[in-house]
């Protein structure tokens, strides 16, 4: 092995509980946060501060609450620097950890689902999905009218493990569809591991629409 644990985190709302759970001293004090490089899967372009920031929601369930060298925490740092500019720090930033002959294997992943099949912040409609050189681009979001960074998708399919967590009747609709088959319009449908585990965890609620 490398001797680290290299882990892309999910931001939204969902994995905050998870995210709570880890920093529980029943959790915390068993995990080896001295081994473990933290990065996100993506980033909204706002300040590390504003409530919309994954590092935010990440830094007050987590990052808080543990004691991890502060040398293997790697925020993506969206705001203060040109989206495209902020994705190619990033992309080097990995690469000078996981140091990897192309795409670099993170040992897992967390993802989440969009209502609109988006994950990370690989959405409908946009080049990102195509990307297949770069490791971490900065994608325009129409719908939001800002700008996101995000891992692509050789990155996040180059993973050991991934791990979607999807919880909501929200998704209820949107999680079957995905599951049936890959569909360049729905890219939670397109993570599609080459050589790792990919796993759902999913609350009933989300999985209301699935025949169990
Ligand atoms: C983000 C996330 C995004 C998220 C989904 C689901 O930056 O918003 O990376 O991909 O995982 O939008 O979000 P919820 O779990 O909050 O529904």
């Not at 719908?143 to 990155?155: A, E, F, G, H, N």
Request: aromatic fraction near 8%.
């Amino acid at each position: 092995m490398h001797g680290y644990f290299a882990v892309a985190l999910s931001g939204g709302s969902t994995p905050a509980a998870l995210y709570a759970l880890l920093a529980d001293n029943a959790y915390s004090c068993r995990l080896p946060w001295d081994k473990t490089q933290l990065f996100w899967g993506d980033e909204r372009c706002v300040p590390k501060q504003s409530p919309n920031s994954n590092y935010h929601m990440v830094h007050n369930a987590l990052l808080s609450k543990i004691s991890i060298p502060s040398e293997n925490v790697h925020p993506l740092v969206g705001q203060d620097q040109d989206p495209l500019q902020a994705a190619t720090q990033y992309a080097s930033t990995i690469c000078s950890v996981l140091k990897p002959e192309k795409y670099p294997r993170f040992d897992l992943i967390l993802l989440g689902l969009g209502i609109d099949g988006h994950t990370a912040s690989l959405f409908p409609g946009t080049t990102a999905l195509a990307e297949t050189s770069k490791l971490v681009v900065a994608t325009y979001v129409d719908r939001l009218k800002s700008y996101r960074i995000t891992l692509t998708l050789p990155v996040i399919n180059n993973a050991r493990n991934l791990i979607f967590l999807v919880s909501g009747a929200n998704k209820q609709e949107i999680l079957p569809t995905v599951l049936a088959a890959p569909n360049m319009a729905l890219p939670a449908s397109l993570i599609l591991p080459t050589n790792g585990n990919l796993e759902w965890i999913v609350d009933e609620a989300a999985a209301g629409g699935l025949n169990l």
